[in-house]
Nanobody
Framework: QVQLVESGGGLVQPGGSLRLSCAAS????????ARWYRQSPGKQRELVAA???????NYADSVKARFTISRDMGKKVVYLQMDNLKPEDTAVYSC??????????????WGQGTQVTVSS
């Protein structure tokens, strides 16, 4: 099985930056797709950023030009660089990664989430 662990969240002032990491462990062999979601209390989960197998990326309009999704295929880590953070970015951020394990089986795993709070 493949497990994902997010890290890098915390408290930051408006205009600040954070880099979230999503580390995959276990039987992971390769990553096909990666996504970052966020959710605030009382709100629906929102897809923030996505990366396809090819490396092509897509972002929610609310974070375009501010967030960047990337990956390190060797380390099996997916990142979300968050710049010029705004209070409305406050949420629990979770990663979702799909790929293949060493047995050739597909996996689709979620992390537990990391809290990002943007406040003065």
């Amino acid at each position: 099985q493949v497990q994902l662990v997010e890290s890098g969240g915390g408290l930051v002032q408006p205009g600040g930056s954070l880099r979230l990491s999503c580390a995959a462990s276990g039987m992971v062999f390769t990553i096909y797709t990666a996504r970052w979601y966020r959710q605030s209390p009382g709100k629906q989960r929102e897809l923030v950023a996505a990366m396809a197998r090819s490396g092509s990326t897509n972002y929610a309009d609310s974070v375009k030009a501010r967030f960047t999704i990337s990956r390190d295929m060797g380390k099996k880590v997916v990142y979300l660089q968050m710049d010029n953070l705004k209070p409305e970015d406050t949420a629990v951020y979770s990663c979702n990664v799909a790929g293949a394990d060493y047995n050739g089986a597909a996996y689709d795993s979620w992390g537990q989430g990391t809290q990002v709070t943007v406040s003065s």
